[in-house]
C-alpha cells in the first residue's frame, strides 16, 4: 500500500515521464485462474485494448459490457537506461476499482479504491534500454466494504453481476493514463502549500517532503515568468507583495518552482502551479479571499459515450465550456474523486470544486433514490463489516487529500453521498471519518457531505460533523411530482423551515435537486419527463432557494445526461442532465444561464 501518491508526472533537468496509453492487450479472468496459470507474465488469449477506457461501451455484446469480476491487461513498454541515482515509477491514475500490478512478472503494487492514483516503484523490477512487462490483475466488484459500496449477485449459471447501491454506471478498466517516471533518487515527495492574505500582500506557506539529506529552494513565478518571493527551508514562508489572488472566475496562477540541492548540485525540481486564495466559512457565508459567494453549478460524472469513464481531454475542455456558458461557477465531483486534468482546467478557469470521495451507496438500496424519503431503513452501518469499511474510507480520503491539496479550485472536501444518518451508529461512523480528515488538510479546508431526505433536521445525527450543509431534495420529482408541485413547493418549504429553525448558522447548499427530461418530449401544460416540466420545477426550486439566506449555493443534478444500470426507473440511463450526453443544452440549460449570468 502507497504511503504518499507520487507527484503527477512532468519533464525537466531531473525527471522524465513517458504516457503509456495506447493500445494494451486485455482479457476476462472470469474464474479467478489468471494468477495459478501464470497470466502475469503471458496472456494466452487477449484483445485489444485501449488505454485510457473503460472496458463495457466498447463490447457489442452483453456479457462483456455488464462483465463482473477479475480481469487483466498486459503490455510491453520501453524503459530507458538509468542511473543507480535513479527510481523507475509506473504511475496509473487510476484502476477501478482494485487492481494488483506485476512488473516482468513480480508484484510491484496492490491497491484499493477505483478513483485515485496507483503508484508503484519499479526500479529493482525493471531493466533500462530494454522492453519489459506490466501485467494488472483488475476486479470491478462491489461490496459493502468497498467505495462505492454494492453487492454482487452470482446468477445461475455461475456469471457474477455487479449490483450498485448507487445510480451509476458501475465503469471499470484503467480509465486514466498510465506513465512511467524517471526520478532522481534523491526526490521530492510531495509538498503543501497554505495562504495568509493581508491587504495587498500575501504569504504563502509552504512545506516540502523529499528524500536524501539535501537543501531545499523554493522560488515562485507570477504569470509573466518573473520572480515574485523565494525562500530556503525545506519548510517556510513566501512572502509575495502586491499578490495577484486566485479568484472565483478570474483565475490566477503563479508557478512554485522547488529545487532540492545536494552538495551544490541540483538533485531534483518540480513545478507546480498553485493559486493564492483563502477559503473560509463564517456564519452562513462562504468566503473565498474573504468575500462571500455564492455557488452555481453542477453535479457531474465523468461519463460519455463509447469511453464510459474514460478520461477525455476534449470532453473535459467541452464541459467546461459547456459551464462557462451557462455562468456556472462550481461542480461536485459527484461520486468519487475526478481524474486529475479536470482539477488542472479548474485551476486555470476558476471553477471552485467539492471534491468527492467515492463513499456512495451506504444505505443497502438500489434505488437510494427512491427509498429517500420513504423512511426506508436498512442498518447499514450496524453491520460486522463496518470496521473494514472505515478504514477504507479513511485511507482514500487521505489519498485524496492527499492529491488534490494543491489545487486552488478545491475549496471543500465531501466525505460522503447520501448515507444513513439517523442512527447512533452513523453518527459515530462519521465523527470518525471526519476527525481523521480534519488532520489531514493543510489548508484546513471545509468538510462536508451530501445528505438525502431521510437525513430530517429532526433525526440526521451527522449534520453537526459538517462545516457547511450539502442537501440533495427531489420535491417535485420522486416526492409529490407533476399536478402535485404545488404540494412539492409547500413541503419543500416546510422542511426548510424546520432546518431555520434550528439556527445552526451555517451554509446550506443544494447539491442536487432536478427532474429526469427527454429531450424529444414537450406538453403544454407540462407533464413530468418533457422539457417544459423540468423549466418549471427549478424555477420552484429557485423561488424556494431565493427565500432563505443561509443558502448559499445551487448544484443541479446533473450536468448531463450519464449511463446507470438497467432498470426500470431508467431509460437507457439517468435523463437530468440540463445537457445531452453528447453536451447539448436542453432548453433548462437557458433557464440556469439567465438566472446565473446576473
Ligand atoms: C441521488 C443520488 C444520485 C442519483 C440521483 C437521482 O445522489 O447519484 O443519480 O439521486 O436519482 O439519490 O437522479
Redesign the pocket.
Known amino acids: 500500500m502507497l504511503k504518499f501518491t507520487e507527484l503527477y508526472p512532468e519533464n525537466n533537468q531531473k525527471r522524465s515521464s513517458f504516457l503509456l496509453d495506447g493500445m494494451w492487450k486485455f482479457q476476462f479472468d472470469s474464474s479467478s485462474a489468471g494468477k495459478e496459470n501464470g497470466w502475469e507474465n503471458h496472456l494466452p488469449n487477449p484483445v485489444s485494448m485501449p488505454v485510457p477506457s473503460s472496458f463495457a461501451d466498447l463490447f457489442t455484446d452483453h456479457r462483456s459490457r455488464d462483465y463482473c469480476g477479475d480481469f487483466w491487461y498486459e503490455h510491453d513498454f520501453y524503459v530507458p537506461e538509468f542511473t543507480e541515482n535513479q527510481r523507475v515509477i509506473l504511475r496509473f491514475g487510476s484502476i477501478t476499482h482494485r487492481a494488483v500490478v506485476y512488473v516482468n512478472g513480480k508484484e510491484a503494487a496492490a491497491h484499493e479504491g477505483g478513483f485515485l492514483p496507483v503508484s508503484a516503484d519499479v526500479t529493482e523490477f525493471v531493466t533500462g534500454g530494454k522492453m519489459n512487462h506490466v501485467a494488472v490483475l483488475a476486479n470491478n466488484e462491489l461490496s459493502e466494504t468497498s467505495l462505492p459500496c454494492g453487492a454482487v449477485k452470482v446468477m445461475q449459471d455461475g456469471r457474477k453481476l455487479a449490483k450498485p447501491y ?3 454506471f458501475n465503469y471499470a478498466g484503467i480509465q486514466r493514463s498510465v506513465w512511467l517516471v524517471i526520478v532522481p533518487q534523491s526526490r521530492i515527495l510531495d509538498f503543501d502549500t497554505d495562504y495568509a492574505v493581508s491587504g495587498n500582500d500575501a504569504e504563502v506557506h509552504y512545506s516540502v517532503k523529499h528524500e536524501g539529506t539535501g537543501t531545499v529552494r523554493v522560488t515562485l513565478s507570477d504569470e509573466d515568468g518573473n520572480e515574485a518571493a523565494s525562500a530556503e527551508g525545506a519548510s517556510g514562508v513566501l512572502s509575495v507583495r502586491d499578490a495577484h489572488l486566485w479568484n472565483v472566475r478570474n483565475a490566477y496562477l503563479y508557478t512554485l518552482h522547488i529545487t532540492l540541492w545536494e552538495d551544490g548540485e541540483l538533485a531534483d525540481e518540480y513545478h507546480a502551479r498553485i493559486g493564492i486564495r483563502t477559503v473560509a466559512v463564517e456564519g452562513t457565508k462562504i468566503l473565498v479571499n474573504g468575500k462571500p459567494v455564492y455557488l452555481k453549478g453542477f453535479g457531474k460524472h465523468e461519463d460519455f459515450e463509447v469511453i464510459g469513464r474514460g478520461v477525455s481531454l476534449p470532453v473535459i475542455k467541452r464541459d467546461f465550456e459547456c459551464m462557462k456558458w451557462t455562468g456556472a461557477n462550481c461542480f461536485r465531483t ?2 468519487y474523486p475526478y481524474a486529475e486534468e479536470w482539477y488542472q482546467f479548474a485551476d486555470e478557469e476558476g471553477f471552485l470544486i467539492i471534491d468527492e470521495i467515492a463513499a456512495v451507496g451506504m444505505m443497502r438500496s438500489t434505488h ?2 427512491v427509498a ?1 424519503g420513504t423512511g426506508h431503513y436498512t442498518s447499514f452501518f450496524e453491520a460486522p463489516t463496518v470496521p473494514q469499511l472505515l478504514e477504507n474510507h479513511i485511507r482514500q480520503v487521505e489519498e485524496m487529500i492527499t492529491r488534490d491539496k494543491n489545487h486552488p479550485s478545491v475549496f471543500a472536501f465531501s466525505l460522503f ?2 448515507p444513513e444518518t439517523i442512527s447512533e451508529f452513523a453518527g459515530n461512523y462519521f465523527r470518525t471519518v471526519f476527525e481523521a480528515a480534519r488532520k489531514m488538510d493543510p489548508q484546513h479546508r471545509p468538510l462536508t457531505g ?1 445528505f ?1 431526505k431521510n437525513s430530517k433536521p429532526e433525526l440526521c445525527q451527522v449534520y453537526p460533523v459538517c462545516d457547511f450543509i450539502c442537501l ?1 431534495r427531489y420535491y417535485g420529482w420522486y416526492i409529490s411530482g407533476g399536478p402535485e408541485i404545488d404540494e412539492a413547493e409547500y413541503l419543500f418549504r416546510d422542511e426548510m423551515n424546520r432546518w431555520a429553525a434550528k439556527e445552526l448558522n451555517v451554509p446550506f447548499v443544494f447539491t ?1 435537486f432536478g427532474t429526469d427530461t427527454l429531450g424529444s418530449e414537450h406538453k403544454l401544460p407540462s407533464v413530468m419527463w418533457t422539457q417544459e416540466y423540468q423549466n418549471e420545477y427549478y424555477e420552484m426550486n429557485f423561488r424556494v432557494f431565493d427565500s432563505y439566506d443561509f443558502i448559499q449555493g445551487e448544484l443541479t ?1 446533473n450536468f448531463a445526461d450519464f449511463q446507470t444500470s438497467e432498470g426500470i426507473f431508467r431509460v437507457n440511463g ?1 435523463k ?1 442532465g440540463v445537457f445531452t450526453r453528447t453536451r447539448q443544452p436542453k432548453e433548462s440549460a437557458f433557464i440556469l444561464k439567465k438566472r446565473w449570468d446576473n
Request: a negative charge.
Open positions: 448507487f445510480d451509476f459527484s461520486h437510494n433514490f429517500a453521498n447520501e451530501a438525502e440533495n442536487e443534478w439517468n437530468k
